[in-house]
């Protein structure tokens, strides 16, 4: 068994992900990047982050990239489950096989690597889950409402897996940011437009889209690094804290 701490972190090819991945190798942990875009992970391999591909919608992949962690390394202790997405839209419009597809992402794959996972470190017994959500996971806003389900249905899974695991020293800890500057912004909003166009609701939804273009709703967003800096914390605190509201407009939840 390897002597160094292992992090694996999901949805490294971007964003909050790639920032974290890198993050963590720099603080000491044998860090393994997962995506679906290899392509975009070079960068992280050449600052010592161990990358592959993993779908998180896709069983065997998921299976064989942590059955290769274990065999490679003998061990698992962070588990950063940030892979995640939200294609806006009114309730009205959005397919429902548009809304499965953010619940597949963001809360089924999410699950399944909870469970391949769990059986080395409740061997170690010890283990770190960081969930991210968002403050979307804490209160909704008008055409979001199928990621808003998604984070709301993420934050209740990880409270409940938190008692489920205390017993075995497993920690559950959940990251909610703000509005952060990465790729997701700009598929959320062209998102927003492509679902809404000739919808139900479309003069509402452009009136939406106008504001989030002028940035008056915060969408221009804070740094990843702020976001990553917390999952560093989130992963090595003695003591982590449950939540760790971080970026604009997440202060208002404390
Ligand atoms: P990005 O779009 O920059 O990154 C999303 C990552 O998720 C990509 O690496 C993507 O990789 C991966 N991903 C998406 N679908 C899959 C899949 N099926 N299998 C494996 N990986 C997948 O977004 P962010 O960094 O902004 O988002 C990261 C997390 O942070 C998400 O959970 C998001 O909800 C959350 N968040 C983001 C906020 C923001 O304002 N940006 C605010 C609050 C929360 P690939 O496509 O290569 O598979």
Redesign the pocket.
Known sequence: MSDTRVALV?????????VTARRLAEAGFTTYG?????D??SGLADSGVQTFA?????DA?MVDGVQRIIDEQGRLDVLV??????SYGAVEDVPIDEARRQF???IF?LARLVQLALPAMRKQQSGRIIN?????GKFYEPLGAW?HA??FALEGLSDSLRLELAPFGIKVVIV??????????T??RDGLVEISRGGAYEERSQRIYKTMERGDTG?A??D?DV?AKKIVKAATARHPAIRYPV?KGAGSLV
């Open positions: 999901t949805g490294a090819s971007s964003g909050i992900g790639e997962v995506a679906r875009r290899v975009r992970m993993m779908d998180v919608t896709d992949s489950n940030n892979a995640g997405y939200g597949e992402v963001n794959g991210i959500s968002s403050v979307g990621y998604t984070k909610e940011p703000g509005p952060i500057i990465t790729e997701w912004n598929i959320a969408w967003g804070t990843p976001v970026g």
